[in-house]
């Protein structure tokens, strides 16, 4: 198990801001590798944390104590310079969504785009491509508020994806979807991660813990991370 | 979705950006163009009255000579002055003038009577008039009854109008009038042989000062000796601060007017779920502050070549030029305009700095402000959470 | 010259300049004292927010100062000799100015130098994440707020002072002094002859030191280059003065730096100093890169690059200084067979 690869957790605590200390923290201690190539999936019921770890490993929240290292690199203590430009090597699916309702789909997936080094066509095919995997082409010029609850979470994956990211952090990807868009959406998850991407998956939805494409499986409850251990060798 | 350009992606997204809050940006432009109105057209006027006069005054003799005793001037013997000042080393041809401001029809004119008062570049081709007859400026052709035109108070002396100078040379013909010698000395008080003054000018223009005092010892009575560069600087002073003040009255509330647009129209609390989304995206701050800089840019560009264009129309337009010279010079007469290059380029630079410096700056620090929070807290702003 | 637009111009500059500085100052303080890095605390994050905006604030407010000494350079040599009567150059101005003009610019220099070299040290930290510069730069940063004032301060007394000036003599002082005082013209000119010998000697040392930066960036002192660059543009400001001037305006006895700006001479002052400030400003980098390279041996590769970088810009700006001072007079050789003060 090669530690320079892929997103590691090194005995992560975390607790919010302004909360009672005498309050048991969200997580406690959490030890883990996402390793790179793999699809991991983290289960546990509402309120215990999925999402909160998701923006702990994109590096939107600070860990009260411990590290998130991507790459061999502890991102989590680098200074906002470096972490800003350190997230174009992520894709979030956030649970909420947060699309921007008054742009057009493709004007949505444009903007992860804009302040990379790419040309403006390469940035159209991508969209392109992108759509067309979220089954969403016919769209494309619609505004985000005309389209359906399913057909926005599918809209948040292709954005979270449009910009081939290193690290995919999907936080409840198949709420809205019906059993073939869910399949749909864990294959596609499955083929990025075959191309080297390290992809983690925050979710409770049942359709997914018997899917086939998961390689490693964790549960997120009273804030310790348990199923680490098993495929992983001491970081 | 957009068609491909060759456009940088971060100034297509501005301009989106633009498109996406209309009114505000529209209120932008309009505050920064009036802006550049108003700067431009008060410092164009004065470059330009500057310009116009150093061209007319481009042949000006260098040092005028006058005699003065107790009672103020007095007439010159000519044959006297023209051999004083032609012992002095580095004076090149001394001219006796003749010419005096007399009372005309409508408040006082200056006559003229010898062709080195009035500078060849004001000329332009006119014939000299011959006896009985006058040139006159544009301000003396307006009051004129049937071509004829009467002088003098106690020697009253009529002439008839064959030409008035070009209106633009105004700034120095407005009130002449051009006759023989003959029929003006009696209106000047001279008899001949006398000259009003002498106009020298010099081999070195830089001698000019050490001359001074060598000329006025050489003459038998007391002289003045009115030299080139302080009545340029004076006037070059006087344009320079007309200019000046009417920047400095309006421009100052207008500067903090467009401070204030600025600061609401790229700020908003509303969009700091935005800016946490593209945080998140991996917008740094500095991309931030480059796709507003770009708006900014989007919108303060045309809206400054607008401001300029209208001021330039304004200050050198003939119909709307004459509006301008009474607001700016608060009711003189208005001289047909010249602009030169160089005070164009100089314009461009003070407004660049006036103007576009601060709105700059503004830009960047309300974008600094709104933007430089960590992505979660910015996230947190979104109406979702 | 109050009511100089131009004049309003460069205090709006100085102003915004001003204020963006002061705003990243007073977030630098906070950087400066308390820095604690790989540190994940409340207080420890909203420094490096601080540090960050920090540093974007001082290159704005590095750009708007400098667009304001450019302004106010652009007054001396171009404008404002037309508000002061006797003067024809910038020479006039300053005479118009007093002590307090030469202290401004001074002032100014000093504090965009220190800017810049904050700058240089600002790309290097940003270069790895570690931030172990952040707190030199701050401190770098906050060093040039005296300097920063002191110019403030001396640029409004010079400014006011040429409201009431009288009638200055301007470059034709320069004439009176070099034609009538025989014994110090000697010494002048045997100083001059040795500003010119220094300036070509220090000038090819500079040369040659610099292609040996390019070839081996990690090797030889910093410092050197930088003391040889500082004293280079001294001697070569006097070299050209005293001689390499007399070609431009085609007279001997006339050694006016200033009139090199008007628009009768191409405006070349302003190439021509400009070469000498590049070449200051970038052996100064190199100092700072070298330095940086021999403490923190994480950065010794972005400092490697930046010491080429500089080294490139210090030749690029010796070979066009040195064709704008030497042109003139070569062309003048080549045209007359001799030099211009009859010399074969
Ligand atoms: N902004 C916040 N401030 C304070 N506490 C919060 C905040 N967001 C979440 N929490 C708390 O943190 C805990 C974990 O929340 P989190 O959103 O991570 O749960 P989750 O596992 O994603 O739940 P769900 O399955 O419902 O999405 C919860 O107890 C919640 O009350
Ligand atoms: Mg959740």
């Known amino acids: 198990m090669e530690l320079n690869a892929g997103l590691v957790c090194r005995g992560l605590n975390f607790r919010w801001p302004g909360k009672n200390a005498d309050e048991p923290p969200v997580l406690e201690a959490v030890e883990a590798v996402f390793a790179q190539g793999t699809v991991s999936l983290v289960t546990g019921n509402t309120g215990s944390g999925k999402s909160t770890l998701m923006h702990l490993l994109a590096g939107l929240l600070h860990p009260t104590a411990g590290e998130v290292w991507a790459d061999g690199q502890p991102v989590s203590r680098w200074p906002s310079r470096h972490r800003d430009p350190w997230r174009r090597q992520v894709g979030i699916v956030f649970q909420h969504l947060a699309l921007i309702p008054d742009l057009t789909v493709g004007e949505n997936l444009l903007l992860p785009m804009i302040p990379r080094p790419i040309t403006w066509s390469r940035m159209q095919e991508e969209i392109r491509r992108q759509l067309e995997d979220a089954g969403l082409s016919a769209l494309a010029d619609a505004p985000t508020n005309t389209l359906s609850g399913g057909q926005r979470q599918r809209l948040a994956i292709a954005r979270a994806l449009v910009a081939r990211p290193r690290f995919v952090l999907a936080d409840e990807p198949t709420a809205f979807q019906d059993d073939h868009h869910a399949a749909r959406i864990c294959a596609q998850l499955c083929d990025i991660a075959r191309e080297g991407a390290v992809v983690v998956i925050g979710s409770h939805d049942p359709r997914l813990r018997s899917f086939d494409g998961i390689d490693r499986r964790f549960h997120l409850a009273s804030a310790t991370l348990t199923g680490a251990a098993v495929n992983q060798g001491a970081p | ?385 | ?344």
């Open chain 3, 1 to 344: 010259m109050i009511w100089h637009p131009l004049t309003w111009a460069f205090w709006v500059a100085a102003a915004t300049g001003g204020l963006l500085y002061a705003t990243g100052a007073v977030q630098a303080v906070d950087v400066m004292l308390n820095w604690t890095p790989a540190h994940a605390d409340i207080d420890q994050l909203r420094r490096e927010r601080h540090a960050e905006s920090a540093a974007l604030l001082g290159h704005w407010a590095l750009g708007f100062l400098t667009a304001a000494a450019l302004l106010g350079l652009v007054g001396v040599a171009l404008v404002w000799h037309r508000m002061v009567p006797g003067a024809m150059c910038g020479t006039g101005v300053l005479q118009a100015m007093g002590t307090d003009g030469s202290r401004a610019m001074i002032f100014w220099g000093v504090s965009l130098l220190i800017l810049h070299g904050w700058r240089v040290l600002d790309g290097l930290d940003v270069q790895r994440p570690q931030g172990v510069l952040t707190r030199t730069g701050a401190r770098l940063m906050i060093s040039a707020a005296p300097f920063f004032l002191l110019a403030v301060f001396y640029s409004w007394q010079a400014l006011m002072r040429v409201e009431t000036v009288p009638t200055v003599s301007c470059c034709a002082a320069v004439y009176d002094r070099v034609l009538s005082g025989a014994s110090e013209s000697a010494a002048l000119k045997s100083l001059a002859a040795i500003c010119l010998w220094f300036s070509l000697a220090g000038g090819a040392a500079l040369l040659a030191l610099m292609v040996l930066k390019i070839r081996f960036p990690d090797r030889g002192s910093g410092a050197m280059p930088a003391i040889i660059a500082v004293l280079w543009s001294f001697a070569a400001t006097v070299a050209l003065k005293q001689v390499g001037s007399a070609y431009y305006y085609q007279v001997l006895s006339h050694p006016c730096p200033w009139c090199l700006f008007l628009p009768d001479y191409y405006g070349a002052g302003f190439f021509i100093f400009g070469g000498v400030a590049v070449v200051v400003m970038e052996s100064i980098a190199i100092w700072l890169a070298d330095r940086t390279r021999r403490r923190y041996p994480v950065l010794a590769g972005p400092a490697g690059k930046r010491i080429q970088r500089s080294a490139w810009g210090i030749v690029t700006a010796m070979i066009g200084f040195t064709m704008l001072a030497l042109g003139p007079a070569i062309a003048w050789r080549l045209r007359t067979g001799v030099w211009l003060n009859g010399s074969p």
């Open chain 2, 1 to 385: 979705m957009m068609p491909g350009t060759r456009y940088p992606p971060m100034v297509i997204w501005a301009a989106r950006d633009i498109q996406r809050h209309c009114g505000r940006s529209m209120l932008l432009f309009a505050c920064l163009a009036s802006l550049v109105f108003l700067t431009a057209m008060a410092l164009l006027f004065s470059q330009a009255l500057d310009a116009t006069w150093e061209r007319l005054m481009d042949q000006a003799p260098d040092l005028v000579v006058r005699r003065i005793d107790g009672g103020g001037w007095a007439p010159l013997p000519v044959d006297v002055a023209m051999a004083c000042a032609k012992k002095i080393p580095g004076v090149i041809d001394p001219t006796p003038r003749l010419w005096g401001v007399v009372p005309g029809p409508e408040g006082p004119v200056t006559v003229v009577a010898s062709i080195a008062v009035v500078p060849e570049s004001m000329l332009k081709g006119i014939p000299p008039p011959s006896a009985g007859q006058a040139v006159v400026g544009q301000g003396v052709a307006r009051a004129l009854s049937g071509g004829r035109l009467s002088l003098g108070s106690n020697h009253s002396v009529t002439v008839s109008v064959i030409h008035t100078f070009p209106a633009d040379t105004g700034l120095a013909t407005h009130d002449l009038v051009w006759m023989t010698p003959d029929d003006a000395r009696p209106l000047l008080g001279l008899v001949p042989g006398q000259a009003s003054d002498l106009a020298v000018h010099l081999f070195r223009r830089e001698e000019e000062r050490a001359i001074q005092a060598d000329l006025a010892a050489a003459f038998p009575w007391p002289v003045r000796i009115t030299d080139r560069s302080t009545s340029a600087l004076n006037h070059h002073t006087r344009a320079v601060r007309s200019g000046g003040i009417a920047v400095v009255a309006g421009i100052p509330a207008l500067l903090a007017l467009l401070l204030i647009i600025t600061g609401t129209v790229v700020d908003n609390t509303a969009r700091q779920a935005y800016w946490g989304l593209l945080k998140s995206m991996g917008w740094t701050t500095a991309d931030m502050v480059r796709l507003q800089v770009s708006r900014a840019m989007i919108v303060g560009i045309p809206a400054v070549v607008l401001g300029l264009a209208s001021a330039y129309a304004a200050v050198f337009y003939p119909p709307a030029a004459g509006i301008t010279a009474f607001w700016v010079t608060g009711g003189q007469h208005l001289p047909a305009l010249t602009l030169v290059s160089s005070g164009a380029a100089m314009v461009m630079i003070e407004i660049a700095a006036m103007v576009g410096l601060p709105f700059l700056a503004a830009v960047f620090l309300t974008t600094l402000r709104a933007a430089d929070g960590s992505p979660w807290t910015l996230l947190q702003a979104d109406p979702w959470n």
